[in-house]
């Protein structure tokens, strides 16, 4: 079955350190990944988007990077957190073919301090 | 650029009432259209979608939500809410659907529903 997992669940880190949050998907190949920040009543925004191995796009310009050193794996990072990075950072993938499907991993809250 | 906006930000409703969310996008194309909904404490999950045909579409635990294409709109409605409704709920549109897009999910800024019992 298709799965995907998101950790660590919280973070609490300080102004100034780096950052690194990890998504993998399980039970499928060549997905559409994507990484979502939802901030305190603002809904979820789309930060970074990847079709494929290597390929990362930026849709805010911002603190964070994303990359996708493998098929299946999606990495969120920062090198130096500021206090307006804190949010619940959400990966997600696409179902392929004409569902259009999109399934959310569980979060991560990262609280900066 | 697209851009998705649900216009109710907090709304509360007691047990039976009826709701409806309003949702609106900007995009002159072809689009597909979700709502999503994210109990406290769990992930956010889809309750319905539109692709294609009838502009009426049915999803979970009794939503249902209506394309108007003339009206860029696609609101949310349930007849009877209860208790256990009391969530936050996105509206967000895929756009460019048949133009080999990226999948890209755009979200409005959801409406928190808080049902009274």
């Known amino acids: 079955s298709q799965t995907i997992h998101q950790w660590p669940a919280t973070l609490v880190q300080p102004v100034g350190s780096p950052l690194s949050l990890e998504c993998t998907v399980e039970g499928t190949s060549n997905p559409n990944l994507y990484w979502y920040r939802q901030a305190a009543g603002r809904g979820l925004q789309l930060l970074f988007y990847?079709?494929?191995?290597?390929?990362i796009s930026s849709e805010v310009p911002q603190n964070l990077s994303a990359s996708r050193p493998q098929d299946r794996q999606f990495i969120l990072s920062s090198k130096k957190l500021l206090l307006s990075d804190s949010g619940f950072y959400l990966c997600?993938?696409?179902?392929?073919?004409?569902?259009?499907?999109?399934?959310f991993g569980s979060g991560t809250r990262l609280t900066v301090v | 650029a697209q851009s998705v906006s649900q216009h109710n930000h907090h709304v509360i409703l007691s047990e039976a009432a009826s709701l409806e969310l309003g949702c609106n996008y900007s995009?002159?194309?072809?689009?597909?259209l979700f709502w999503y909904v994210q109990y406290p404490g769990q992930h956010l999950q889809l309750l319905l979608k539109y692709f294609s045909g009838d502009p009426l579409v049915k999803g979970i635990k009794g939503f249902e939500a209506e394309f108007i294409k003339s009206k860029f709109s696609f609101n949310l409605r349930k007849p009877s809410v209860q208790w256990s409704d009391t969530a936050e709920y996105f509206c967000a549109v895929n756009a460019g659907a048949f133009s080999g897009n990226t999948g890209k999910l755009i979200f409005g800024q959801g409406t928190t529903l808080q049902v009274k019992p």
């Open positions: 997600a993938w696409r179902v392929g073919g004409a569902d259009y499907g999109y399934t």
């Open positions: 990847s079709v494929g191995i290597g390929q």
């Open positions: 995009y002159g194309g072809t689009v597909n």
